[in-house]
Protein backbone atom coordinates (compact mmCIF):
# COMPACT_ATOMS: atom_id res chain seq x y z
CA UNK A 1 0.00 0.00 0.00
CA UNK A 2 2.98 2.33 0.78
CA UNK A 3 4.71 1.90 -2.29
CA UNK A 4 1.56 2.80 -4.74
CA UNK A 5 0.67 5.74 -2.78
CA UNK A 6 4.10 7.00 -3.18
CA UNK A 7 3.80 6.27 -6.66
CA UNK A 8 0.62 7.71 -7.01
CA UNK A 9 1.59 10.83 -5.12
CA UNK A 10 4.20 10.59 -7.73
CA UNK A 11 2.43 10.41 -10.77
CA UNK A 12 -0.05 13.44 -9.62
CA UNK A 13 3.33 15.38 -8.94
CA UNK A 14 4.62 15.22 -12.46
CA UNK A 15 1.49 16.16 -13.66
CA UNK A 16 0.89 19.77 -11.93
CA UNK A 17 5.38 19.63 -12.49
CA UNK A 18 4.94 19.09 -16.66
CA UNK A 19 1.92 21.90 -16.61
CA UNK A 20 4.20 24.63 -14.99
CA UNK A 21 6.58 23.78 -17.16
CA UNK A 22 4.45 24.17 -20.15
CA UNK A 23 3.02 27.17 -19.33
CA UNK A 24 6.41 28.44 -18.22
CA UNK A 25 7.77 27.97 -21.85
CA UNK A 26 4.63 29.22 -23.76
CA UNK A 27 4.83 32.72 -21.57
CA UNK A 28 8.66 33.16 -22.66
CA UNK A 29 7.10 32.02 -26.17
CA UNK A 30 5.82 35.21 -26.03
CA UNK A 31 8.88 37.39 -26.11
CA UNK A 32 10.39 36.06 -29.29
CA UNK A 33 10.36 37.75 -32.66
CA UNK A 34 8.10 36.45 -35.34
CA UNK A 35 7.52 34.22 -37.06
CA UNK A 36 9.34 31.91 -34.23
CA UNK A 37 6.76 33.41 -31.83
CA UNK A 38 3.33 32.56 -33.92
CA UNK A 39 5.26 29.21 -34.60
CA UNK A 40 6.09 27.97 -31.33
CA UNK A 41 3.15 29.10 -29.50
CA UNK A 42 0.95 26.93 -31.77
CA UNK A 43 3.26 24.38 -31.27
CA UNK A 44 3.01 24.33 -27.61
CA UNK A 45 -1.06 23.97 -28.03
CA UNK A 46 -0.88 21.46 -29.97
CA UNK A 47 2.02 19.96 -27.32
CA UNK A 48 -0.52 20.60 -24.49
CA UNK A 49 -3.18 18.48 -26.07
CA UNK A 50 -0.66 15.68 -27.00
CA UNK A 51 -0.40 15.41 -22.41
CA UNK A 52 -3.88 16.11 -22.43
CA UNK A 53 -4.12 12.73 -24.68
CA UNK A 54 -0.93 11.30 -22.67
CA UNK A 55 -3.41 11.43 -19.22
CA UNK A 56 -6.56 10.09 -20.68
CA UNK A 57 -4.37 7.01 -22.50
CA UNK A 58 -3.64 3.92 -20.59
CA UNK A 59 -0.20 2.61 -20.34
CA UNK A 60 1.00 0.02 -23.17
CA UNK A 61 -1.97 0.79 -25.50
CA UNK A 62 -1.77 2.05 -28.76
CA UNK A 63 -3.30 5.60 -27.63
CA UNK A 64 -0.33 5.58 -25.20
CA UNK A 65 2.34 4.95 -27.69
CA UNK A 66 1.01 7.73 -30.01
CA UNK A 67 0.62 10.38 -27.67
CA UNK A 68 4.42 9.44 -26.63
CA UNK A 69 5.47 9.61 -30.28
CA UNK A 70 3.05 12.80 -30.77
CA UNK A 71 5.03 14.60 -27.88
CA UNK A 72 8.39 13.89 -29.30
CA UNK A 73 7.57 15.29 -32.83
CA UNK A 74 6.50 18.34 -30.87
CA UNK A 75 9.41 18.55 -29.37
CA UNK A 76 11.77 18.38 -31.99
CA UNK A 77 9.64 20.85 -34.13
CA UNK A 78 10.03 23.54 -30.80
CA UNK A 79 13.42 22.68 -30.51
CA UNK A 80 13.94 23.74 -34.41
CA UNK A 81 12.09 26.78 -33.66
CA UNK A 82 14.77 27.37 -30.47
CA UNK A 83 17.54 27.37 -32.32
CA UNK A 84 16.09 29.71 -34.57
CA UNK A 85 15.16 32.06 -32.32
CA UNK A 86 18.93 32.30 -30.91
CA UNK A 87 20.36 32.30 -34.59
CA UNK A 88 18.32 35.61 -35.27
CA UNK A 89 19.15 37.49 -31.54
CA UNK A 90 22.16 35.32 -29.99
CA UNK A 91 23.64 37.55 -27.62
CA UNK A 92 19.27 38.35 -26.50
CA UNK A 93 17.79 36.82 -23.21
CA UNK A 94 14.58 36.34 -24.53
CA UNK A 95 15.65 32.85 -26.84
CA UNK A 96 17.90 32.05 -23.64
CA UNK A 97 15.18 31.99 -21.73
CA UNK A 98 12.87 30.29 -23.80
CA UNK A 99 15.70 27.67 -24.62
CA UNK A 100 15.94 26.94 -20.70
CA UNK A 101 12.17 26.25 -20.17
CA UNK A 102 12.09 24.78 -23.40
CA UNK A 103 14.62 21.97 -21.99
CA UNK A 104 12.44 21.62 -18.50
CA UNK A 105 9.56 21.16 -20.33
CA UNK A 106 11.81 18.40 -22.43
CA UNK A 107 12.95 16.88 -19.04
CA UNK A 108 9.14 16.80 -17.16
CA UNK A 109 7.53 14.85 -20.33
CA UNK A 110 10.16 11.84 -19.95
CA UNK A 111 9.89 12.20 -15.35
CA UNK A 112 6.00 11.65 -16.54
CA UNK A 113 5.99 8.93 -18.79
CA UNK A 114 8.53 7.17 -16.43
CA UNK A 115 6.74 7.51 -13.30
CA UNK A 116 3.22 6.50 -15.57
CA UNK A 117 5.44 3.07 -16.28
CA UNK A 118 6.72 2.62 -12.73
CA UNK A 119 4.17 0.16 -11.14
CA UNK A 120 4.67 -2.05 -7.66
CA UNK A 121 6.85 -4.89 -8.42
CA UNK A 122 4.78 -8.03 -9.84
CA UNK A 123 6.71 -10.28 -6.74
CA UNK A 124 5.05 -7.67 -4.36
CA UNK A 125 1.95 -7.51 -5.14
CA UNK A 126 1.79 -11.78 -5.57
CA UNK A 127 3.04 -11.87 -2.09
CA UNK A 128 0.47 -9.78 -1.02
CA UNK A 129 -2.12 -11.24 -2.37
CA UNK A 130 -1.13 -14.63 -1.17
CA UNK A 131 -0.25 -13.56 2.24
CA UNK A 132 -3.53 -12.02 2.67
CA UNK A 133 -5.34 -15.21 1.70
CA UNK A 134 -2.60 -17.44 3.78
CA UNK A 135 -3.60 -15.41 6.89
CA UNK A 136 -7.64 -15.17 6.50
CA UNK A 137 -7.41 -18.78 5.87
CA UNK A 138 -5.46 -19.43 8.91
CA UNK A 139 -7.54 -17.17 11.15
CA UNK A 140 -11.00 -19.71 9.72
CA UNK A 141 -9.08 -22.70 10.33
CA UNK A 142 -8.59 -21.87 13.79
CA UNK A 143 -11.83 -20.50 14.73
CA UNK A 144 -12.95 -23.60 13.30
CA UNK A 145 -11.58 -25.74 15.59
CA UNK A 146 -12.82 -23.66 18.35
CA UNK A 147 -15.97 -23.95 17.00
CA UNK A 148 -16.69 -20.08 16.91
CA UNK A 149 -18.53 -18.34 14.74
CA UNK A 150 -17.31 -17.27 10.91
CA UNK A 151 -18.38 -13.67 11.45
CA UNK A 152 -14.96 -12.64 12.38
CA UNK A 153 -13.03 -14.82 9.65
CA UNK A 154 -15.61 -13.06 6.78
CA UNK A 155 -14.83 -9.24 8.30
CA UNK A 156 -11.09 -10.21 8.16
CA UNK A 157 -11.61 -11.47 4.34
CA UNK A 158 -13.33 -7.98 3.57
CA UNK A 159 -11.01 -5.99 4.70
CA UNK A 160 -7.87 -7.73 3.29
CA UNK A 161 -10.04 -7.91 0.00
CA UNK A 162 -10.79 -3.55 0.29
CA UNK A 163 -6.84 -2.93 1.22
CA UNK A 164 -5.59 -5.91 -1.82
CA UNK A 165 -7.84 -3.53 -4.19
CA UNK A 166 -7.13 0.65 -3.49
CA UNK A 167 -3.31 -1.11 -3.53
CA UNK A 168 -4.19 -2.16 -6.78
CA UNK A 169 -6.15 0.70 -8.15
CA UNK A 170 -3.21 3.12 -6.71
CA UNK A 171 -1.17 1.45 -8.65
CA UNK A 172 -3.27 1.33 -11.98
CA UNK A 173 -3.73 5.67 -12.29
CA UNK A 174 -5.19 5.69 -15.76
CA UNK A 175 -8.34 2.84 -15.13
CA UNK A 176 -10.62 1.78 -11.82
CA UNK A 177 -11.78 4.39 -9.33
CA UNK A 178 -8.45 6.14 -8.39
CA UNK A 179 -7.43 8.10 -10.75
CA UNK A 180 -4.92 10.76 -11.59
CA UNK A 181 -6.56 14.30 -12.22
CA UNK A 182 -5.96 16.07 -15.35
CA UNK A 183 -6.88 19.29 -14.17
CA UNK A 184 -3.43 21.29 -14.03
CA UNK A 185 -3.21 20.35 -17.93
CA UNK A 186 -6.32 21.22 -18.83
CA UNK A 187 -6.66 24.33 -17.08
CA UNK A 188 -3.43 25.45 -18.80
CA UNK A 189 -4.90 24.36 -22.09
CA UNK A 190 -8.18 26.48 -21.73
CA UNK A 191 -5.57 29.63 -20.29
CA UNK A 192 -3.95 29.41 -24.23
CA UNK A 193 -7.03 29.94 -25.74
CA UNK A 194 -7.66 33.52 -24.04
CA UNK A 195 -6.12 36.42 -25.86
CA UNK A 196 -2.26 36.77 -25.76
CA UNK A 197 -0.87 39.29 -22.72
CA UNK A 198 2.09 39.83 -24.93
CA UNK A 199 2.53 41.34 -28.22
CA UNK A 200 5.50 40.44 -30.45
CA UNK A 201 8.96 42.30 -29.92
CA UNK A 202 10.23 43.51 -32.70
CA UNK A 203 12.60 41.43 -34.55
CA UNK A 204 16.59 41.90 -33.98
CA UNK A 205 18.47 44.26 -36.16
CA UNK A 206 21.27 42.30 -38.07
CA UNK A 207 24.19 43.65 -39.58
CA UNK A 208 22.23 44.18 -42.38
CA UNK A 209 19.67 46.39 -40.91
CA UNK A 210 21.53 48.39 -39.04
CA UNK A 211 23.75 49.24 -41.86
CA UNK A 212 20.15 50.09 -43.50
CA UNK A 213 18.99 51.71 -40.17
CA UNK A 214 22.08 54.47 -39.68
CA UNK A 215 22.79 54.62 -43.63
Known sequence: MTMAVGRYEADRTAVVDEANAIGTAYLRAQTL?????????????????????????????????????DANTIQ???WGG?????????????ARLYVESLNDMIDMHTTR???????????????????????????????AM????????????????????VTFDLDRPRRGLITVPSTPIAA????????????APAPPLTGARRAEKHG
Open 76 to 78: SQL
Open 146 to 165: LHRSVTTAVLAAVMVSVILL
Open 113 to 143: VSALGNRVPSTVAYLQLIGGTVAVGLLAMYL
Open 33 to 69: AEPVRSQSLTLLRHYTNSRLALSRAVPGTAGFKTAVA
Open 188 to 199: LRASMDQPSPAE
Open 82 to 94: ADAALDDDPTGSA
